[in-house]
């Protein structure tokens, strides 16, 4: 086994923390410190981390962001634990899991878990750039807000993109998004009224009015949250895609690759094929020829290309084919992705026989959508609309970002799939309605210009009509809303 | 099929949607190519450039480039988070000198050889760098191409990866 990471990149400078060490079924394994323990076996060559539950397929890295259940492993004799978005430590013991697992008898790690009753103003769920966004500004009117995420690193997914963002300067147009993510992050933390609590899963509400929250760590704690006011903004997650073998390790999300490649400077697989030509997906290979992999091309079902010009004109002039009206039909290999074989579709979008194409490839990425991560609203009872253009369930919201539920608020790709600068114009809506609320008059001066700007000026592009469409579909009026609460 | 179908602008769109600087500036001397066809919600190039010669009323509106104000200086080559900016030179002799943005490995070096490639990634020629400098991790290459190769070539290649 060799070593996969990346030493060189045109663009990251990958900073490695001290070298620690672990065992993998028994197996020594050096990684660095602040790596997930999957991109650290990844780094060192292993490819399967689990099975399905009924223990018959192999199951490889896919989402890497801790959602997806493709990677749970047992962890000092934890099971279930996400590997994606578990540190590595020196002396972890770390097993493969078989199917489902038995429940843990003498695990090292169970103890009484210590409980903590927190008072906060804002309680915001997410720390990506709607969630990070809205704690810079209600910290920086002296709100105090607690900032959860359930990765050890904050900053969302901003960390793994590497591309100067487009838009205006004030939303950090022209800066590389880890490069935003290490700004806000900063900021955040310099702080004192603002609290980013990482590894920390809010799991649900209760009648009572407070979160319940697993705080993982050493020691672990149970928190009981109290907050005036909630900005739910726990992002989304990489669909998968219906086709033979769609299951095989190297079959992963497009982000998932970026997490490995871009986070953790590891590279994902030697020849990719990248299936849905949208933003995502032509990034991606743009990212991957970067990280000097080699890129075969990307089917697109639909004729034309999904995502911007721009994106498409850089992988094209490198040599990277765009097959539209093309999809993937199936992945053949043993215990890893060998072969992706794509067809041309008809009128009906269905695969015409006949006209397939076959790749020789060890990755195989899917960038076809992401699903936004509705679960804690819905537990809370949200308003919610089904809505396929914009993801799937979506949270009814007023134009100020306020959910079916008083006070509790939503921003970012949970309030439908858009992208970054809109997530932290959301946040900025929802973070200044609060301090309308909490009475600071010029609040409502601020966030009637940013509505203005992102209603009449920025979604009035052409290229962005669908997701604003849809946005508008979920977007009641205060009336509205009043009447639906009952 | 359009530049949606196939991820790659002809000149006709690019007049089409008034991106091409005349042909008497394009004698003149070095201008920006904004090969930006689409109305995407951006206007970095704008703020970028140190002449003011790029302008946009609405943050959506196509760039427009006053072509007497641009010295080609290559700032908006390095600054446009699309990679969608060129310089081209077609003013000495049968030479023509583009200048593209440049993000991979290995590192680009004044003098060094390169594999030319066009819109579509096929090689069209062999060039020489002839200046490259680097603005956050974008570098600015400048190669020096056969003259009738100043709309086609759009990347580079270097070798000794």
Redesign the interface.
Known sequence: MGDYRII????IDFKRGRKVSFTYNGKRVEAYEGESILAGLYAAGFRVFATSPQGDRLRGAFCMIGRCSSCLSRVNGIPNTRICIEPVRDGLIVETQKGLPDIPKDSREIVDVVEEIKDVDVLIIGAGPAGSKAAEILGGYGLRVLVATDHFKAGGQLVKQT???????TYY??V?GFKIAEKLVSNLSRNPNVEISTRTFVYGCFKEGFFGAEKIGDPSLHLLIRAKYVIVASGASEKSLLFENNDLPGIMGAGGAQTLMNEYGVKPGEDALVIGSGNVGLIVAYQL??A?VRVHGIAEVL???GG?????????????P?F?GHTIVRAEGGDRVEKAVISQVGKDLKPLPGTEKEFNVDLVLLAVGLQPNYSLLSQMGALMKYLPEAGGLIPLRTRYMETSIRNVFVAGDLSGIEEA?TAFIEGEIAAYTILEREGFAKAVEERDRILNYLWN????????QRSKEAKLKVTVSEEEMKRLRG | MG???????TLEEMMRAGLMPSEERLRKGPVALL??????????CV??CPFKSISMD???DLPRLDENKCVGCGVCVA?C????IFVVDVSKGDKAYITLPY???P?PSKGAKVKL??????IVGEGVIVKAWEY???WVVTVEVEKNLWFDV??I?IEG?
């Open positions: 060189e990149h045109p663009i591309h100067k963002f487009f838009g205006d300067t147009g022209g590389r020829l970067q000097g004729r034309e290309i911007w010009f721009v994106h498409a004109a850089k992988i094209r002039r490198h040599g990277v765009i539209t600068t000026e920025y979604r009035q592009s052409p290229v962005v | 530049f949606k179908e196939t991820g790659v602008l090969e930006c066809p689409e109305q995407i919600p951006c206007n970095i703020s970028a609405k943050i959506y600054k988070p699309g990679l969608a993000e991979f490995l590192r490639l066009d819109r579509e990634g096929k956050e991790k974008t759009r990347a290649r990866r």
